[in-house]
Each structure stands twice: as C-alpha cells, then as structure tokens.
C-alpha cells in the first residue's frame, strides 16, 4: 500500500516522457520478422514490452536491450525476415498483462510452421479473445480458446492462410494488426474495416518497414468507417525507430498540472498522432491552457512555437515523417464539464480514467459514452474509476457504456477527499488516482501501487520530482 497526501504547492519543471508503449510494442515485432537490425531509441522498458521481447526471444529472435548513461533503452532487434521465426524450446509463450502482445502475437504465429499457446497473467486469460479468434479463423488459421471460453489461454497450430474482407464490430487497434499481421503471410489480400479509426502505429510502422497498404475512410467521412487494406509480402527490411513520448504516461501530468492551482510544467517528447491524441482534444474542450512547441534542445525550455491548440500543433507537424511529437507547456486551469463520445473514444480509451478525475473536479457535469471497452480492459475500468471517486466524495454514475460525472458547483474547491482507493490491480487505475491524491483533502491510500510497473515504472518518482511534497 502506498499513502499520498495533498500537494503543498504547485508542480513546476519539466519532465520527459518515457517512450510510448504501443510503439514500443510493434517496433519489437516488426524488427523481428524483418530482415536485419532494427534499432529501436526511447523504447519503454515496462514489464508489458518486455513480455513481447521474451516472447520472440523464445521464438529465436535476437534482441539487445541497452541503457545508456542518461537512463535511456535502447534496443537492437536482429531479425530473420518473415519467414524467419522457429519454434520455441516450449509451446508456451507467457505474455504476461499485455493484451497487445497477445492480440497481435496470435495473428503473427497464425501462418508459422509451428504451434504455440499464448498464456498471460490472471487478467489477461479473462479479456475477450473471440475478436480476434473469429476473423482469423476466417483467414484459415487453426486457432482456439485452451479452455473453451474465448479467452487465453489460446492454442495456436500454424497453417496457410487467405485473405479475407472483414467487418470489426469494435475499433480495436489489437484486433485490427492481429488481422494486418497476418495478412502480411496470406494469399491475397487483406482487408479489415472498423466502425472508427482506431490507432494508426501498425499502418504507419508496416508501411515504413515496407509492406503494401491502402487506408481510407468510407465516403471520406473522416468520423466514420476506416478500412485498411494490406497485401501479402515477400519480406519487411528493418528500420530505426525512434519512439515518442507515451501520450497515455503523458495525460497523467498534464492532469496534475491542470489541477494544482499555480502549476507550470513543459511535458517534453509527446506523440501527438490524431488517432491517439483524442486525451487533448477532451481538455482542451474542458478548457485546459496548453501549449506546444518543437522540441527544443534545452530539457527544461520549449522550442519552437508550434501553436496554441493541438490542430495548429498538427498541422505544424503535418510533413514531418514518422510519428508526430512535441514538447507542451501545460499550466494550471478551471475546467468545464463536456460530453466526451463517438468517434473521440478510440483515439483516447486508455486516458478515461485519468478524464474522469479531471471531470470531477471541472465545473458542470461531463457525460462518457460509447466506451463499453473500459469493461473488458485490465479491470472493468467503469467499476473501478466510478467507485474510487465516490469513495472520495464524488458524485459518479456508471452506464453501460461510460459513466455521469456530476462534477463541482461554480466557486466550489476541490470537491474530493482522501479514501482508501482500490485498484484492481490495473496501473491507469492507481496512475489516475494518485493524481486525484494531489489535490483531495485527507490522506489517499493505493492498495497496490506495484501494478504501475506494467507501464511506466518511474512514475512515483517523475511525479515527486515536480511536486513540493507527495
């Protein structure tokens, strides 16, 4: 158990964002069923990435892990094409929390000569597997749930597979490169339609490790279906990524700073693709005062002025190759209540719970909908973030599919109070609450504050070192 209490001061300085995690990811496995060395700079060293790494090392893949005098890991990845992964010395690859490892894994070992069961932790074999036992299945792979629930354990026989035309019902990232993936290896092409665009970094990183894709939405509604279109490949040749800021590690101290009042904090190194960057469009609809900049060359002063609003930020950035990132100078803010729905939950998911404590203490009710995935992520996340804050004094209702966050009257403080907070185990959970800690009256206490390890390990010590007291 961890004890937090209230900040005696404002947060102030600067601090760099450790490296995205969904990058991370898909940059170990692509350099994997690439032909030579992948190097991967920023990469985040969390338990969750380095389950993907032992799992291609058990697939005779070999992978370097570095940490330079700054702290910083760097990986090199010397891959065998993609054709080059052999069979683990045991059937069982342990993916540990990862949901991603396991989703996109099951579509990369689906064509293999070989069979593998994909396992992870007690969560993990209690996540839905069926999204992307179905349409692989349809592709032809021999792929089933060990215990016949549609979760992992999943037993994987490798086979050949064909392409198909698949309808997702969720904008799922995980699902959709689980298809990608091992459309990579089938006959003909490979096709995967979402309601809404989910996460683009398998698109982006395939298509910069050589594969053939065409994407697009229907009737170029920019809000609705998105299709992905990818073609089989003879082989993928290794890159250097360099990897951003972890926009999702970054909503956390953009928050605190938000909160405390007189806050002034520069978050350094963070990737603002469009279709992960929804967490800014929701604050600054709040009202949040953020600004951006290039990165500049001084850890602790911004660089170029980038814009005011996180479209000028884009735009800015529009011609730059890769992932977009920037520096932002985040200071402290009354916000307002707002609805939060629709195409905007892909693109920020993973940053509801850390939304939802800003939302109970912005003026006016906010209102999330259409993000029934909160229930199936390492907790049901509705449960856990809606509980917490009425244990601190909040008033929050679940939904079936998000939550009502009554927020504070005009010219009320903090509206929260310190409370026993019960994580579930699940490190946004205990990230989010811990800056809900910051401003509440009374002492918090996390059950768990271990579980932060999944992804971002330093995080009690990178909010200390910007705080006047934890």
Same mark, same amino acid.
């Given at each position: 158990?961890?004890?937090?209490?209230?900040?005696?001061?404002?947060?102030?300085?600067?601090?760099?964002?450790?490296?995205?995690?969904?990058?991370?990811?898909?940059?170990?496995?692509?350099?994997?069923?690439?032909?030579?060395?992948?190097?991967?700079?920023?990469?985040?060293?969390? %338990?969750?990435?380095? @389950?993907? $790494?032992? !799992?291609?090392?058990?697939?005779?893949?070999?992978?370097?892990?570095? *940490?330079? =005098? &700054?702290?910083?890991?760097?990986?090199?990845?010397?891959?065998?094409?993609?054709?080059?992964?052999?069979?683990?010395?045991?059937?069982?690859?342990?993916?540990?929390?990862?949901?991603?490892?396991?989703?996109?894994?099951?579509?990369?070992?689906?064509?293999?000569?070989?069979?593998?069961?994909?396992?992870?932790?007690?969560?993990?074999?209690?996540?839905?597997?069926?999204?992307?036992?179905?349409?692989?299945?349809?592709?032809?792979?021999?792929?089933?749930?060990?215990?016949?629930?549609?979760?992992?354990?999943?037993?994987?026989?490798?086979?050949?597979?064909?392409?198909?035309?698949?309808?997702?019902?969720?904008?799922? %990232?995980?699902?959709? @490169?689980? $298809?990608? !993936?091992?459309?990579?290896?089938?006959?003909?092409?490979?096709?995967? *339609?979402? =309601? &809404?665009?989910?996460?683009?970094?398998?698109?982006?990183?395939?298509?910069?490790?050589?594969?053939?894709?065409?994407?697009?939405?229907?009737?170029?509604?920019?809000?609705?279906?998105?299709?992905?279109?990818?073609?089989?490949?003879?082989?993928?040749?290794?890159?250097?990524?360099?990897?951003?800021?972890?926009?999702?590690?970054?909503?956390?101290?953009?928050?605190?700073?938000?909160?405390?009042?007189?806050?002034?904090?520069?978050?350094?190194?963070?990737?603002?693709?469009?279709?992960?960057?929804?967490?800014?469009?929701?604050?600054?609809?709040?009202?949040?005062?953020?600004?951006?900049?290039?990165?500049?060359?001084?850890?602790?002063?911004?660089?170029?002025?980038?814009?005011?609003?996180?479209?000028?930020?884009?735009?800015?950035?529009?011609?730059? =190759?890769?992932?977009?990132?920037?520096?932002?100078?985040?200071?402290?803010?009354?916000?307002?209540?707002?609805?939060?729905?629709?195409?905007?939950?892909?693109?920020?998911?993973?940053?509801?719970?850390?939304?939802?404590?800003?939302?109970?203490?912005?003026?006016?009710?906010?209102?999330?909908?259409?993000?029934?995935?909160?229930?199936?992520?390492?907790?049901?996340?509705?449960?856990?973030?809606?509980?917490?804050?009425?244990?601190?004094?909040?008033?929050?209702?679940?939904?079936?599919?998000?939550?009502?966050?009554?927020?504070?009257?005009?010219?009320?403080?903090?509206?929260?109070?310190?409370?026993?907070?019960?994580?579930?185990?699940?490190?946004?959970?205990?990230?989010?609450?811990?800056?809900?800690?910051?401003?509440?009256?009374?002492?918090?206490?996390?059950?768990?504050?271990?579980?932060?390890?999944?992804?971002?390990?330093?995080?009690?010590?990178?909010?200390?070192?910007?705080?006047?007291?934890?």
């Amino acid at each position: 158990m961890m004890k937090l209490i209230k900040t005696a001061g404002p947060l102030s300085g600067s601090i760099q964002i450790p490296g995205d995690k969904s990058i991370s990811h898909r940059a170990v496995m692509f350099g994997s069923i690439a032909q030579g060395t992948t190097r991967i700079r920023h990469f985040l060293s969390g %338990a969750d990435c380095l @389950s993907t $790494i032992d !799992c291609f090392r058990r697939l005779q893949i070999p992978i370097e892990l570095h *940490t330079d =005098p &700054a702290g910083e890991t760097q990986v090199l990845v010397h891959g065998k094409g993609l054709r080059g992964l052999s069979a683990p010395a045991d059937p069982l690859l342990e993916t540990g929390n990862s949901g991603t490892t396991t989703r996109i894994l099951s579509g990369i070992l689906a064509p293999q000569p070989f069979t593998c069961i994909l396992s992870g932790d007690e969560s993990i074999n209690r996540r839905p597997m069926k999204r992307v036992i179905e349409p692989l299945s349809r592709m032809g792979a021999d792929i089933e749930s060990v215990n016949g629930n549609g979760c992992a354990p999943l037993r994987i026989r490798g086979t050949a597979l064909h392409g198909i035309s698949y309808t997702s019902p969720v904008a799922s %990232a995980q699902v959709k @490169s689980a $298809i990608l !993936c091992a459309g990579l290896y089938a006959e003909g092409e490979t096709c995967v *339609t979402e =309601p &809404a665009r989910s996460r683009d970094h398998t698109e982006k990183m395939l298509s910069l490790f050589g594969a053939e894709l065409s994407c697009g939405f229907e009737q170029g509604n920019s809000s609705g279906a998105y299709t992905a279109l990818i073609r089989p490949a003879e082989e993928l040749y290794a890159q250097d990524i360099s990897v951003p800021g972890d926009i999702s590690s970054a909503a956390y101290f953009i928050a605190a700073a938000l909160l405390v009042p007189g806050s002034e904090v520069l978050v350094r190194g963070v990737g603002i693709n469009p279709t992960r960057a929804g967490f800014l469009t929701a604050v600054e609809q709040m009202g949040a005062d953020l600004t951006y900049y290039a990165s500049g060359q001084n850890p602790d002063e911004p660089g170029v002025l980038l814009g005011r609003s996180l479209q000028e930020a884009q735009e800015a950035l529009r011609c730059v =190759p890769g992932e977009p990132a920037c520096d932002l100078l985040v200071r402290s803010s009354q916000l307002s209540g707002i609805v939060i729905e629709g195409a905007l939950i892909p693109t920020l998911i993973d940053e509801i719970p850390i939304l939802a404590v800003l939302a109970a203490c912005a003026e006016g009710e906010t209102v999330i909908r259409d993000a029934a995935e909160l229930k199936v992520k390492e907790s049901d996340r509705i449960a856990y973030v809606t509980e917490n804050l009425r244990a601190m004094g909040a008033e929050a209702v679940p939904t079936e599919d998000g939550m009502i966050l009554a927020g504070k009257s005009r010219g009320e403080g903090a509206a929260l109070h310190g409370a026993l907070i019960r994580t579930g185990l699940d490190h946004r959970i205990a990230m989010s609450f811990a800056v809900a800690a910051l401003v509440a009256e009374g002492e918090c206490t996390l059950d768990d504050e271990a579980c932060v390890r999944i992804s971002y390990p330093a995080f009690f010590q990178d909010l200390s070192s910007l705080l006047s007291s934890l």
